[in-house]
């Protein structure tokens, strides 16, 4: 692997930290779990040897998965007495994702989805506006 190779890697590896840190600020079983599994993917590939074309797409999906955590994810606290998952969307959501496209509830691990469901209907979703820049 190349030094600029090597430094696009170790860049993508802050980012993705940085992206998760912003996505999962203050859920501490998120933010260990997602460290995990970053680190996990990146140990599993830090040997990878073989045609350019491979190690370009292994940096790309680090590029992809970056635009996900930062674009593509949104948080939702369950407001039990309403039956009601409030979602504030931040202006780097707004491009992606409105009251009109986002119409379904997708929890991240079976344990969240037993957790939100148990003892009440499926909530509906609604979805505010956050103040704030979302920037990082």
Known sequence: MSSATALR???GY????????HLFSG???ALRESR???RAEFDKNKNVAGPPEHIEGLLQMIDEAEDMLLHGIVRGELN???NVVEVKIGPEHETRMDSETMTHLAPITAET???IIDGCRKP????TKASGSGQL
């Open 36 to 38: 995990i599994a970053i």
């Open 113 to 115: 989805e037993k957790h």
């Open 14 to 21: 802050r980012r993705l930290f940085r992206a998760r840190r």
């Open 27 to 29: 859920d501490n079983r």
């Open 124 to 127: 509906k979703i609604e979805i």
């Open 9 to 11: 890697a170790i860049s």
């Open 80 to 82: 039990r007495e309403r």
